[in-house]
């Protein structure tokens, strides 16, 4: 029998729960001994919940017990999170998470630490939710190279871009449809100004190089700017628009990681990945490109995808399986020394003004616009900045292109 704890009663603690109890019969025959939920821990009391009675409020009462070889952490934040889950692990006691913000920031420590104490830190569900992600990169593609990871990996954002594209609706529209819907929080900052991918981004950063990515250096910008103008360009261009994370390795040994809005062919795997799905696409140097889909939130999705490091710890006791990445800072690279190309959508008494700063774009016509649009070269974006400045207030808004 395989005793394990649930830090936090919250959507994905009882997720947690409901999915061991819904796949007991499964999971026994899996991992070859039934798996006992032995505490829930949450502040709150639960009356009249069928696990009322796992509930404890000590969480001594689950570090102190020896029969607790698992647990569960899916408080969020990094307080009491960070001090449970390092206490864990140094008693030799393994961790399942799904706390983003904690994997980003704590890591490469809690990772060690559970490589010295021979147990596991385990995080699928951190990523793109019940996309098996992390399990991929750690041991599907352990004898390949990863050069570069590409997702869509917020589905609120994803949600709120797909609305904006089908219905034709503007930000402030869709954004209190999220909300009504529970996809958007009442503060949405995280989400639509690319924070919450950028933390996700910078753990697939840390397993790309084998180094630390602090997820405040990754050049973030969110959706705020986009309307239904630039998709109306975008259909004109066979184009869609997504928010983006990217991640990949530079020649020099620095890494590039970015979050920010793209415009991409609608025949582009990650073009097809609409409302609240995400999408991953990971390069390498062997396989070439695959792509992973699904949901990449939710209740149960993400409970699965922590009940599977469950599984993994419960198949590898005494026997780490996560791949660390080192405590070491990786070198950022310079977005600006990049090169890549945009669209620009401008006033339309810039017409003239945008194409002669960027000679050899092509000009983009929506018919009944009062603006203009246009798909510039291939360019520096240090350079790309620099001719914006000079056009000044004719340039209304600016996106990346795949």
Not at 14 to 19: L, P, R, T, Y
Not at 273 to 296: E, I, R, Y
Not at 353 to 371: C, I, P, R, Y
Request: proline letters at 3%; hydrophobic letters at 40%; glycine letters at 8%.
């Amino acid at each position: 029998m395989i005793k394990i704890a649930v830090l936090g009663y919250g959507t994905v603690g009882s997720g947690v729960v409901e999915v061991i109890q819904r796949n007991s019969v499964l999971l026994k025959e899996r991992a070859g001994e039934e798996i006992v939920i032995q505490y829930i821990l949450d502040l709150r009391d639960f009356p009249g919940d069928p696990y009322e009675h796992k509930i404890v409020h000590d969480y001594n009462t689950i570090l102190e017990d020896p029969e607790i070889s698992i647990l569960c952490e899916v408080m969020g934040g990094v307080g009491a999170a960070y001090q449970f889950t390092k206490q864990a692990l140094e008693a030799g006691k393994s961790v399942c998470t799904s706390n983003k913000e904690l994997v980003a920031k704590h890591g490469a420590e809690l990772l060690a630490i559970a490589r010295r104490e021979h147990c596991n830190y385990m995080f699928e569900a951190s990523v793109a939710g019940g996309i098996p992600i992390i399990r991929t990169i750690n041991s599907a593609l352990a004898a390949d190279r990863v050069e570069a990871i590409t997702g869509i990996l917020n589905g609120t954002t994803n949600y709120m871009l797909t609305k904006m594209e089908k219905e034709g609706a503007d930000y402030a529209e869709v954004l209190r449809q999220a909300q009504e819907l529970g996809y958007a929080e009442r503060n949405p900052e995280a989400d639509v100004e690319g924070i919450d991918a950028a933390r996700k981004i910078a753990i697939l950063a840390d397993m790309l190089t084998g180094k630390n990515v602090d997820p405040d250096k990754v050049i973030t910008e969110g959706i705020t700017k986009i309307t239904a103008d630039d998709f109306a360009y975008a259909r004109e261009a066979g184009m869609t628009i997504k928010l983006l994370a990217r991640c990949n390795s530079c020649e020099d040994g620095r890494v590039q990681a970015l979050v920010a809005p793209f415009m991409l062919p609608v025949e582009h795997p990650l073009g097809r990945v609409d409302d609240v799905f995400n999408g991953v696409q990971v390069t390498c140097s062997m396989l070439g490109d695959a792509v992973f889909g699904g949901k990449g939130a939710g209740k149960l999705p993400t409970a699965s995808a922590v009940v599977a490091d469950v599984m993994d710890c419960a198949l590898h006791p005494n026997r780490t399986v996560m791949q660390a990445w080192s405590e070491e800072a990786a070198e950022i690279s310079d977005l600006r020394d990049t090169k890549s190309r945009f669209f620009v959508r401008a006033k339309a008494i810039g017409r003239e003004a945008v194409q002669k700063t960027f000679t050899g774009s092509s000009l983009l016509s929506v018919k009944g616009a009062e603006d203009v649009g246009f798909l510039t070269p291939l360019m520096q974006e240090k350079e790309f900045d620099a001719r914006c400045a000079e056009l000044g207030d004719m340039i209304l808004n600016r996106i990346r292109l795949v």
